[in-house]
């Protein structure tokens, strides 16, 4: 059969949905061609907002990679952007002079930015937040510069603000409206969102109308209308965004706002059709993934010559991504003459929730606080639910009975379970049939469901539910411990809490272990916990520890140990040289070396000498062998360099001195470097320190051994003293959610950095932190100390034979 040529003009997120469906229906119908202006393949520009915020990195937003196209013969002009479309020859023409002949052509455009046509709008550092491009500008500017202001206060505007707050700039938000997002929200629902946003640290100037952005080559504020202004080095606008119709003008389709289509999105001329924001259908350009992945559905059909249902519009839901922010939107949530609401406001918890009713229907609702509920408010919409038997609250707060009933089951296959990656419930079942996915993880791996906002979650988990029955095990969805207990770490901790438990053994015994002894992951785990729990009324079982732990130092390969003696902020004396060297020729230490953390380590000390090298050298320990603070490395800084600005030493001293000795998940190293020069490598530390303009930058996250990090930007303090509180609170957040044996790079990573700079930004949760943490580093002894005073340890640990 000889196949059909099909070009795909744009290749973002509905046009290649389209291509998807297609090659589902049949991959023998077509040979396609795809041009696209960016130089990406298609990638999910829903998560922008995620990597601008943080959470997660360009590389992981990408839905079908180079191989995806060669794989499907896909022929793939990215970089290239199609000028015109001749109907008569048939051919699309690009801007490369390629023209390339079609018996069907998608155009799939998408939309531009909405860019307000105001004096100096073409001045560097104004930026809109549409592509990659957009989002590295963002990223860039936060790194020079403090300032920024975004104009909008919709969905994109704030998940932009949300974004440069997380980069650490200072934000504020100018909007035309009373309220934020009036699009979605009512009034109620805007200013508790305000509210919540203002305590995250947003600024807000609303009903403001700017005027003019001023600077001279670079924005540097902007005017409004009454006659205030802004100091602004960014900014980012996010004013709504138009249908690309261009190219549909320059080759002749009907226009108005978008490119009309019909029920089977085909434009007025015979072969084009139009997919995505681009597309006006009814009157109604839509600009969210899931109404566009319906049109994708029904084009493919179509194209492909099989019968389906017309496209007839869709309704919209949405949700805001910025963690720590429950918004919902649904349907037509305004009042009127024939539309009635029902409303529930806690104002003490801040929870707000709102249905509206035309008759006996309900046609839109807003939930604010608590959206779990969306889902189902969401398909009754859809599906205009006749809820005249219905007591009307039990909509808002279902109970009994119907608090229980799954609303999967009561939806179709081919209904939507995630809008956002488009993946129907009949999707997520197959993935569960065909490819034994058993966990909420597992279905995103394989179908995308829940990658994006993650609003689907508990969708997709009662999908599980539904399709596995009584084989769907809860306790596949988390991770246990170890093999001797079926329970999380953080049941494992809740059960320590609540029950009071204070032994290794007891923790055992009480939660249920499956074997007596437990086993080497489990049990250095639980002397871990315990002691974070207990900080004060702890004791340590050392016989839980590994051996390195135990013995206070690190065996080598030859069963000799190394030593390394604390070096605060790696900075020495003659007096700690002369004592290390006289330990050196006393015991005959083979290598001295000076570590990358900038402390000198003796090798190859005996384990019989241990005790008398520690009491030679009288130094504390430097727990090279620890889960603790290893070491703060330091820059010479303002002392002797001259391009330093701050005392990193001092900065890395008084750091070194308060947390040594605090007992963490994973080791801890930290580095502090006095100008972005960063000769500590402070970029690559576990918390790291930069010195710019009079203030020090705190990166958390970093590593630089096998799986190499970069740190992530956490805040930028003005004092040594804001540097320290912080640094505790995050330690000790760290500390108390992390994983045994889970380095700050993974945990960051799991549990996402805009969720750390939440819970430290509210000042009452970070003072708590830091108390706990003073509680546990209230028990710190040196260890080396304790073991020479105490003689009975001494003797079992170093003057008994075989113990290494
Ligand atoms: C930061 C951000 C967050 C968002 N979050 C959400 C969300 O949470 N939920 C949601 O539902 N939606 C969200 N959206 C909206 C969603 O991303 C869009 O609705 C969707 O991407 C539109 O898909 P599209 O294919 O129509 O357009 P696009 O994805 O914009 O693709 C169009 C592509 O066509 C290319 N193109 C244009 N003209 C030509 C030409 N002449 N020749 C060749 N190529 C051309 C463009 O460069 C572009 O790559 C978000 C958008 C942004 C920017
Ligand atoms: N979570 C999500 O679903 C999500 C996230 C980001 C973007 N998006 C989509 O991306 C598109 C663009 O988002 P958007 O927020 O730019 O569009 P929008 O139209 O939803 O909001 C734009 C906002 O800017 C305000 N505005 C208009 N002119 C202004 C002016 N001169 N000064 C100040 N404020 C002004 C409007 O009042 C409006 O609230 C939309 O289709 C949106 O649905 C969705
Ligand atoms: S980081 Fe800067 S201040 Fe510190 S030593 Fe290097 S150049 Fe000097
Ligand atoms: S609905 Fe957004 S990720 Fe599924």
Redesign the pocket.
Known sequence: MIKKKLVLVGNGMAGVRAIEEILNVSEELFEITIFGSEPHPNYNRILLSKVLQGDTKIKDITLNDWEWYEENNITLYTGETVTKINPEMKVVISDNGRVIPYDEVIIATGSVPFMLPLPGADKQGVTAFRDIKDTDVMVEASKKYKKAAVIGGGLLGLEAARGLLNLGMDVSVIHIAPTLMERQLDETAGRLLQKELETQGMKFLLEKSTEEIYGTNRVEGLKFKDGTHLEADLVVMAVGIKPNIELAKESGLSVNRGIIVNDFLQTDLPHVYSVGECAEHNGIPYGLVAPLYEQAKVLASHICGQETAPYKGSVLSTQLKVSGVEVFSAGDFTEGEDKKALKIFDEQDGIYKKIVFKGSKIVGAVLFGDSKEGNRLFSMIKKQADISDTEKISILQPIGEEAGASLVASMSADEMICGCNGVSKGAIIQAIQEKGCTSVDAIKACTSASRSCGGCKPLVADVLQLTLGTEFDATVQKEAICECTTLSRDEVVEGIKEKGLTHVREVMNVLGWKTEEGCSKCRPALNYYLGMVHPTEYEDERESRFVNECMHANIQKDGTYSVVPRMYGGVTNSKDLRRIADVVDKYEIPLVKVTGGQRIDLFGVKKSDLPRVWQDLDMPSGYAYGKSLRTVKT????QF?????QD?MGLGIRLEKKFEGLQTPHKVKMAV????????ESGFKDIGFI?IEGSWEIYVGGNGGTHVRGGDLLYKVKTDQEAMEITGAYLQYYRETANYLERTSAWVDRVGLAHVQEVLDDNNKRKELNARMDDALSVYKDPWKEIIENEKTTKELFETVGMS
Do not use: I, K, L, M
């Open positions: 820059c010479v800084g303002e360099c001259r391009f330093g600005t990193s470097s006095a100008c972005p020069r960063s000769c500590a010195g």
